[in-house]
């Protein structure tokens, strides 16, 4: 099974194939990959006379094949790099006969975004079986903040579990805009190489005291003063903090402290497991499961499907002040 790690790692020790498949829902590490191609496989003074990029809506496997068929000029191979590829998917089994015989000095990197080949056809098959097929899956939500973590391990950059926390709830699952994020704080980190989440708010934006996951430990812990505060914070910025991203966020909440109540273990590490969080956080997952029994999380499932209702205006004309106050109201009463 292909990564992007282990491609780039396999290119970066020579081992190159003659054409490379990527495909796939998530675009970050296409364009990881290709990227890498582009600014790497052939020398700088090569590239003007051996390296070609193409675009699928411009071009067809036709003249992809013919293309492909040339010999280098200057390089020992020529790289062609084909954007957008998903816009040849209607023809692109006609690629059959030249993955049969590749020319050998030629390298195609196919970048094929939010889509994947039928696995089922002779086009897979025969690329997974002798090129380089890669299939670029979306990382679920709850994985974001360990890939965070990873990508700055790389950069020999530390983070704190806050810091975390905070940058996977503000900018979600976006992996190219998290990578951006991550590029500007590695600019300006301190000596000391470490993320904090004082450093996020002064450069990023994002308040370290006024979010959703500040929320969801106030409503753990039955602190209705700060939830009221930062729920007021959030009717001054509603653009930025939408109550549907609320709802969203604290339904994913109330589903892990419900396992917390179904595991059948006491153990820090086991819980933080089964629910897919940092151990560090187990702590307020615990307190909330307290305060929240079953039965009760069972009701604010049903208070956050009804205002989510509302935050459409099903049923209601209500303004973001009105809706935050009254899912607080309800769920401190339910």
Known sequence: MHTAQTIINDLKSGKVA????????????????SSFFE??????????????????????V?????TAKRFPMV???QLIIVKEAQNLSRNIESLMPYVKQPQPSTTVVFCYKYKSLDKRKALYKALSKTQVVFESKRIY???IPAWISSKLQQKKLKITPKATQLLAEF???DLTKISNELGKLELIVGNDRNITAELIEQNI????DFNNFELQNALAYMDQKKAYQIVKYFTKNANKHPIVLTIATLFSFFSKVMTIHTTDSSNPQTLAKAIGVNPYFIKDYTQAARHFPMRRIS????ILRTMDVKSKGVDANLNPKDLFQELMFRIFNS
């Not at 036709?62 to 013919?66: E, P, Q, R, T």
Request: a negative charge; charged letters at 25%.
């Open 171 to 173: 900018l979600g699952n």
């Open 18 to 33: 003659q054409l490379y498949f990527l495909m796939g829902e998530e675009p970050f590490f296409i364009d990881e990959i």
């Open 205 to 208: 934006g994002i308040s370290k």
């Open 299 to 302: 009701a604010v499932f049903e």
């Open 39 to 60: 600014s790497s496989l052939l020398a700088e003074s090569a590239r003007g006379f051996d390296q070609t990029l193409v675009y699928g809506k411009d071009t067809s």
């Open 141 to 143: 939500d709850s994985k």
């Open 75 to 77: 390089a020992d191979r």
């Open 62 to 66: 036709d003249a992809l094949v013919s």
